[in-house]
């Protein structure tokens, strides 16, 4: 025995990926954080107060959706909604970042829809218990392939994202409404987690959350970027 390539009892767990726009290289995902209420609107809607800290929350690298159009509504929810973010993927990290440096960090964007069990939410938010159930299950983080941070199309600032289901806007934002900008939100992660290349984070959904059905079609974009079509498809029972 002289490798020191550990033998595992099962076939280690795929590695979950991104594709990257123009090329046939792609982003290995190690972490997905999210932030909730980052945009004052849908904090209102939520009613949930606009003040304070970030509030950062996780999804598991099994929970991303990508390559694949098709949505499966989840089992255990009859208020399965959607959440159109910007998605920053990391190609660099550290710890401590200051605002100043965290743009470097971005290796691309992409446009992902933060899929959520509403009702499931509201349940677990009244019974003070944590939201894993209704936010990190599989499939609850749909994203696009990634535009690098050099390509031409992504330096239209401020970034614009909108949500069409079956034909009608539902949600629209830009990235200048955030009530913390990209830049604060790296910085603001950092000083609790070593943040590190493969990271994604979902930078928080403008208003006009609502219930997704199955059957429904439609597209989430980054305006002038990327675009992700998807269908909403029956899921396990
Ligand atoms: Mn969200």
Redesign the pocket.
Same mark, same amino acid.
């Given at each position: 025995m002289t490798s020191s390539e550990p033998r595992f009892c099962f076939p280690p767990p795929p590695q979950h990926s991104l594709a990257i726009a123009g090329t046939e290289t792609r982003f290995p995902v190690r972490a997905i954080y999210?932030?909730?209420r980052n945009y004052r609107e849908h904090a209102r809607e939520m009613g949930a107060p606009v003040d304070g800290a970030p509030c950062f929350f996780m999804k598991p690298a099994h929970a991303l959706l990508s390559d694949s159009s098709r949505i499966p509504y989840p089992p255990a929810t009859s208020d399965f909604q959607h #959440?159109v #973010?910007l998605v920053i993927a990391l190609g660099s990290g550290g710890r401590r970042i200051p605002p100043e440096e965290a743009m470097r960090c971005i290796f691309g964007y992409g446009i992902g829809l933060?899929l !959520?069990r509403r009702d499931l939410q509201a349940q677990l938010k009244k019974q003070s218990q944590p939201w894993e159930l209704s936010k990190s299950f599989t499939g609850s983080a749909a994203c696009s392939a990634l535009v690098p941070a050099g390509a031409e199309s992504i330096h239209r600032v401020p970034h614009r994202i909108r949500l069409i289901v079956n034909g009608s806007l539902r949600q629209e934002g830009q990235s200048d409404q955030m009530i913390w900008p990209m830049a604060t939100l790296l910085s603001e992660l950092s000083r609790y987690e070593e943040l590190a290349a493969g990271d994604l984070l979902?930078t928080? !959904?403008p208003a006009g959350v609502g219930p997704l059905a199955v059957g429904d079609r439609g597209f989430a974009e980054l305006v002038g970027s990327c675009r992700l079509d998807f269908e909403v498809v029956p899921g396990p029972a």
């Open positions: 999210c932030v909730g #959440e #973010e933060d !959520t979902f928080g !959904t």
